[in-house]
């Protein structure tokens, strides 16, 4: 069980003018050290919170069929595509035939009542499931995470060496609302 991006953002959560303004940074000797910091930032927040905050495709594998498959990453956006494997080879299910519960705590997607629920080989990761996740531009990240973000990259970019305590508290803060739990 596990995703993986099959189709990458094509933005970033943050502004990387609005951030230099922060880090009252003119010139652009540093940008890809403050860049690495601000996705460095951005990517840790994401698998901390199990969310992606702009959007993108996932495929997530499964092992077994069960009616209701919880979703690893959020906050989903649409149901793409549910596959079962039966004899060696990827089989569609209309995802027509699926509810999704697009709720933030625990996205899942449910096979209706009326629909049989298939019989996939036994064999590992038989199911997969492919959903678009995330907001849809960095405009519409709400402002706690891309405030986390710059948090925690000014955080590494004034202390270079230490990350303190009291930047990575106060990061957690800002995120908590949005974890999966």
């Not at 299910?93 to 996939?120: H, M, N, R, Y």
């Not at 038989?126 to 907001?135: D, K, L």
């Amino acid at each position: 069980m596990g995703y993986s991006v099959t189709s990458a953002p094509g933005s970033k959560a943050w502004d990387e003018t609005y951030f230099k303004t922060h880090l009252k940074v003119e010139d652009t000797a540093e940008d890809s050290l403050i860049a690495g910091y601000a996705d460095g930032a951005q990517e840790w927040i994401e698998q901390y919170c199990g969310l992606k905050m702009i959007r993108q495709t996932v495929r997530e594998t499964f092992t077994g069929f069960n009616r209701i498959i919880p979703l690893g990453v959020g906050p989903i956006d649409a149901l793409v595509a549910v596959e079962y494997k039966l004899d060696n080879v990827w089989t569609a299910i209309p995802i027509a035939d699926f509810s999704v519960d697009f709720g933030f705590a625990e996205e899942c997607i449910q096979l209706l009542p009326a629909k049989t629920a298939p019989s996939p080989d036994k064999v590992v990761n038989n199911v997969r499931v492919q959903y678009t996740v995330g907001y849809t531009d960095a405009a519409a990240v709400p402002q706690p995470l891309k405030d986390a973000i710059y948090l925690r990259a000014t955080a590494r970019y004034t202390h270079r060496a230490d990350f303190s305590k009291k930047y990575h508290d106060a990061s957690i803060s800002l995120i908590r609302p949005y974890k999966r739990w």
